[in-house]
């Protein structure tokens, strides 16, 4: 913009020393990348950005439809001429009109006062602040390690911002490079992955790019690039009018074979790798690249630079290996092992899996130094917690599969626990036990016992269930078919008891009693991310409304008994005294009693008192007898169906 004022100035014979020399050094900044600014509200490079920005609409440049009729296509064309020229117009004017105020490109004082159009380059530029605050609640942060510019191999941790968007703007970059609030170093994203959808396979829409001022590049991305885009065109990529400039095919040749390089390679920013960007469209209007977003630019990106790439360690058998061949050993096995297509199950029925990393420091490990080079020291950054996690969270699924990007362990998941020597990653699925490099030894004895103590106390809760359920089961068959299942309420009360008794015996014995608070705060997250209060509290509310339910039972029965003895045992009770006279004479001796009930005599002598029972008597007693023991029933059939009213 300012080239298209000070051409034709230079045309009419102003002189080039006439030209404010901070304008000319914003603009060659801005051109190379340098976007940190210290008032981005009063930096006119970014205020030009939002306001040409602003007038554009995504759906303007999509590829148009290939059934177009000439009309339509003449119409579309017109329509984007004028919001083009719309845009160049406002941006013109409010150029001029800052030169003419003799204003600074920035700090700019006052832009209410300079013209309408900085007022509105201000307003786009709000409008774009608030949908970078939408776009970073749903992008992905992460810190990683780049390569840095010239010999030696250093690489240093940058945060990265892998962001899609969805309204065009033109201050995005900006915005993200001078972020002090959302990353975690605090000093904006050093690197951008910025996906356009809107404009998918012009180019524009996919492209990562480094802060100049980090000293980073991106060889390794490119190259990995260039490599899928190869395989994914399956030897059809057009190659017939190779692109010249690319340091990375110089004179249009691959390097290797020396064949003709693509007509639509990834951009590699003339060698400097600070920004690469996707192909651009064919000339027959289909798109350059055949990779997605997601599955392929990202994943490149993450296999080249993810922060555990290159670190090794010393793993629980005693060999030091790479961080990804370093597997996970189950330390509890009441559990089958996780089905990945199925949804996972509570905390407290998942297995569990313990992995120790003992980082390789040749002055605490002479025997690392013959093993590998030393790891190059590392900040224990959040995206590298959530590396060391993956092989826990991630167990379930094959060994190739668990350190994608796509699979990488939200940062809410686990718990990172700093102890003596190190730090403790607790996950659902397990703990990650890593030893740095300080001067205090990693306990291990102590995290062993906090770890086996939970998991003991997981066993517990699991067998303790078991039996709970087991009883509940019996209560439920006996409720379904009681005449085939029989349960006696006292000897179920006593088996509650004795699964009370053993629950807290065994919640005793696994108690912790840890004086070092951090240990304190390791048992803690393990306890609660392993599920053991709600698996607790679960199971001691089962046993309590199974206690209540026994009890209740046991009192219900006892009172059915009680009802059945009056209804059926009081009539006998009453009547027994009028008919004793039938009974005369029974003998107390029992071997007489069958003879006195046939009526045959005794062999010492034969009496009428012995001469057997007197069976009209007590055929009267039982008809009576029967006759109110029915009233009864009746009776108390009919206040129940009252009280049921």
Same mark, same amino acid.
């Given at each position: 913009m300012l080239g298209l004022i000070v #051409?034709?100035?230079? @045309? *009419?014979?102003?002189?080039?020393?006439?030209?404010?020399?901070?304008?000319?050094?914003?603009?060659?900044?801005?051109?190379?990348?340098?976007?940190?600014?210290?008032?981005? /509200?009063a930096h006119w490079p970014t205020l030009l950005a939002a306001l040409g920005h602003g007038y554009w609409d995504s759906e303007l440049f999509r590829q148009p439809p290939t059934d177009d009729t000439a009309t339509e296509q003449a119409a579309r064309a017109c329509e984007v001429n004028a919001v083009v020229g719309a845009a160049w117009l406002a941006c013109l004017r409010f150029t001029v009109a800052l030169l003419a105020a003799d204003s600074p490109p920035a700090p700019i004082a006052d832009l209410s006062s300079v013209c309408p159009e900085a007022a509105r380059a201000a307003a786009f530029l709000r409008y774009e602040a608030e949908q970078y605050r939408h776009a970073l609640d749903h992008a992905e942060t992460l810190q990683l390690r780049l390569p840095m510019q010239g010999p030696g191999g250093r690489s240093r941790i940058v945060d990265a911002c892998l962001i899609e968007e969805q309204a065009l703007a033109g201050a995005m970059k900006v915005l993200l490079r001078n972020d002090r609030v959302h990353p975690w170093l605090g000093d904006g994203f050093g690197l951008i992955g910025l996906y356009r959808p809107a404009l998918a396979g012009t180019g524009a829409d996919m492209t990562i790019s480094v802060d100049p001022a980090l000293g980073v590049h991106l060889p390794d991305l490119w190259r990995a690039l260039e490599r899928l885009e190869d395989a994914a065109w399956g030897g059809e990529r057009p190659s017939d009018q190779p692109r010249i400039g690319l340091a990375g095919y110089p004179d249009g040749r691959r390097p290797d074979t020396g064949a003709p390089s693509p007509n639509q390679p990834w951009w590699d920013d003339r060698g400097s790798y600070t920004l690469i960007a996707a192909p651009g469209r064919l000339p027959d209007g289909t798109a350059g690249s055949r990779l997605d977003w997601r599955e392929d630019v990202l994943e490149a990106l993450w296999t080249c630079y993810k922060p555990s790439g290159a670190l090794r360690f010393r793993c629980a058998?005693?060999?030091?290996? +790479? /961080?990804?061949?370093?597997?996970?050993? #189950?330390?509890?096995?009441?559990?089958?092992?996780?089905?990945?297509?199925?949804?996972?199950? +509570?905390?407290?029925?998942?297995?569990?899996?313990? @992995?120790?990393?003992?980082?390789p420091h040749p002055p605490r490990d002479p025997a690392a130094a013959a093993c590998a080079a030393a *790891?190059?020291?590392?900040? #224990?950054?959040?995206t590298l917690q959530r590396c060391l996690i993956a092989p826990i969270a991630n167990v379930g699924?094959?060994?190739?599969?668990?350190?994608?990007?796509?699979?990488?362990?939200?940062?809410?998941? /686990?718990?990172?626990?700093?102890?003596?020597?190190?730090?403790?990653?607790v996950h659902p699925n397990g703990v990650v036990l890593f030893d740095d490099w300080h001067r205090t030894p990693l306990d291990h004895g102590a995290i062993e016992t906090a770890v086996d103590q939970v998991r003991r106390r997981l066993v517990l809760l699991a067998q303790t269930g078991a039996e709970a359920s087991a009883l509940l089961d019996g209560m439920d068959q006996h409720i379904r078919h009681r005449r085939w299942v029989s349960l006696t309420a006292a000897g179920n009360l006593d088996r509650l008891t004795g699964i009370k008794v053993a629950l807290r015996r065994g919640l005793d014995q696994t108690a912790g009693a840890n004086a070092d608070p951090r240990l304190a705060a390791l048992r803690a997250s393990l306890e609660r991310r392993w599920g053991i209060g709600d698996r607790l509290e679960h199971l001691e509310r089962t046993i309590d409304e199974l206690d209540r339910t026994l009890r209740a039972y046991a009192e219900q029965r006892a009172a059915r008994l009680v009802t059945r003895l009056t209804v059926y045992g009081l009539p006998p009770v009453l009547l027994v005294g009028f008919f004793d006279f039938a009974l005369t004479g029974m003998p107390r001796d029992w071997g007489a009693l069958p003879g006195w009930l046939l009526g045959q005599a005794a062999p010492t002598a034969a009496t009428a008192a012995n001469s057997g029972p007197n069976w009209p008597a007590l055929a009267l007693f039982a008809g009576t007898a029967v006759l109110g023991m029915a009233l009864m029933a009746l009776g108390l059939a009919l206040v129940r169906r009252l009280r049921g009213r």
């Open positions: #051409l034709p100035a230079r @045309l *009419n014979g102003v002189p080039a020393d006439a030209v404010p020399r901070a304008w000319i050094a914003a603009v060659a900044a801005w051109e190379q990348g340098q976007s940190r600014v210290a008032e981005p /509200f058998d005693g060999v030091v290996r +790479p /961080f990804e061949a370093c597997l996970p050993v #189950l330390i509890e096995t009441a559990q089958a092992a996780p089905d990945a297509t199925a949804p996972p199950p +509570p905390a407290a029925d998942r297995p569990k899996h313990r @992995l120790a990393l003992r980082w *790891n190059e020291p590392v900040l #224990l950054a959040p699924l094959a060994p190739d599969q668990r350190h994608r990007l796509a699979r990488l362990p939200d940062p809410e998941c /686990f718990d990172c626990i700093a102890v003596g020597g190190g730090v403790v990653l």
